[in-house]
């Protein structure tokens, strides 16, 4: 079945530097990519999306890139500060419906 | 506002007995999915809907069933309780736009512990 690989696991950066999650998709149809963010104890939210058709998106200082030959998608964030601490997941959703498939996390520690 | 929300943020259950949780939104969304959280696996998807008396099985929707018979809620049953089942729930909804998919709001989840 469709799967999403997330790496790393954990992830643990000094205030001010940049951070790279990397995820890879299975299913070749996955046209939408969305990002969500968890603090601890609340619910994910979306923090930025990128579609098939693009390559790359960016919103201030989170950014997300695509490459669907080799099926991976990965976020940036720079100058991460510490309330970019939290668990982050990618996800791949299939073409023409609605069901998201999602990584394992990526627990983001942003040291002061 | 509209929100959604998901009742009870807390329960505590034996195995083997029947447990249902709540999952109502405001928005009028169309879609809706049910999740659950675990240490190391991220967000699985159990079952999903695209409208009133559709229902789709996820990954993992063994033990557990739902039923839509309107727009606001989708309930989630587990049938007989097991201590694998012990997890945080997670209800989402969506809205429809053609074939786009769109950003799926979550409810505050419930920790469903099974003793």
């Known amino acids: 079945g469709e799967n999403v690989e997330q790496h790393p696991s954990t992830l643990s950066v000094q205030e001010g530097d940049s951070a790279v999650i990397k995820c890879t998709y299975s299913?070749?149809?996955?046209?939408?990519f969305p990002w969500y963010k968890q603090e601890l104890g609340k619910r994910p939210q979306l923090i930025i999306d990128?579609?098939?058709?693009?390559g790359e998106k960016k919103d201030q200082r989170i950014a997300v890139t695509l490459n669907k030959t080799a099926k991976h998608f990965s976020l940036h964030i720079t100058e991460t500060q510490p309330e970019d601490s939290a668990v982050y997941f990618c996800?791949?959703?299939?073409?023409?419906?609605?069901?998201?498939?999602f990584g394992a996390g990526t627990r983001l520690f942003v040291k002061a | 506002d509209a929100e959604i929300t998901q009742s009870p943020r807390h329960k505590i259950t034996e195995t083997g007995r029947q447990v249902t949780l709540a999952c109502h939104q405001t928005?009028?969304?169309?879609?809706m999915f049910w999740y659950r959280q675990d240490l190391g696996h991220g967000l699985r998807l159990i079952h999903y809907?695209?409208?009133?008396?559709?229902?789709n099985k996820g990954e993992v929707s063994d033990g557990y069933s739902v039923s839509r018979s309107n727009t606001e809620d989708l309930p989630l049953t587990l049938e007989s309780a097991a201590s694998s089942q012990t997890s945080v729930y997670f209800c989402?909804?969506?809205?429809?736009?053609?074939?786009?998919?769109?950003?799926?709001?979550f409810g505050p989840g419930t920790r469903l512990t099974v003793l």
């Open positions: 989402a909804s969506s809205e429809e736009r053609g074939l786009s998919y769109n950003e799926q709001f």
């Open positions: 299913d070749s149809a996955s046209n939408y």
């Open positions: 990128i579609r098939s058709n693009v």
């Open positions: 996800a791949a959703v299939e073409t023409g419906g609605f069901k998201t498939i």
């Open positions: 928005w009028n969304h169309n879609n």
């Open positions: 809907s695209y409208g009133v008396q559709d229902t």
